[in-house]
Nanobody
Framework: QVQLVESGGGLVQAGDSLTLSCVVSGGSFSEYAMGWFRRAPGKEREFVGGTTARGISTWFPDSVKGRFSISRDNAKNTVFLQMNDLQSEDTATYYC????????????????WGQGTQVTVSS
């Protein structure tokens, strides 16, 4: 069974940076595309970025492009979401997700999800 555990969320000020981590256990991490999603209260789930299994390619929507980046350490089964210049609209619960042999844009639904970590940006 594949398990994903996020960490690193918290309360920050507008303009601050934060790095989320997601540790994956079970399965073969190097075969999984990894992505990050978020859900704010009363809003639809939003995909905020993804990376291919080898971490060579990433993709981000316009809402976070230039501020968010993703990296992964396949030796440590960990993927990171670096968030810079955080704004109040970035406040949400952030989830990491995986899909075996998926693409960086997660055109197909993830197979596995983490439990989420809360990010609150105070203005």
């Amino acid at each position: 069974q594949v398990q994903l555990v996020e960490s690193g969320g918290g309360l920050v000020q507008a303009g601050d940076s934060l790095t989320l981590s997601c540790v994956v256990s079970g399965g073969s991490f190097s075969e999984y595309a990894m992505g990050w999603f978020r859900r704010a209260p009363g809003k639809e789930r939003e995909f905020v970025g993804g990376t291919t299994a080898r971490g060579i390619s990433t993709w981000f929507p316009d809402s976070v492009k230039g501020r968010f980046s993703i990296s992964r350490d396949n030796a440590k089964n960990t993927v990171f979401l670096q968030m810079n210049d955080l704004q109040s609209e970035d406040t949400a619960t952030y989830y990491c997700a995986s899909r075996r042999y998926g693409d960086r844009r997660f055109s197909a639904e993830p197979e596995y999800w983490g439990q989420g970590t809360q990010v609150t940006v105070s203005s």
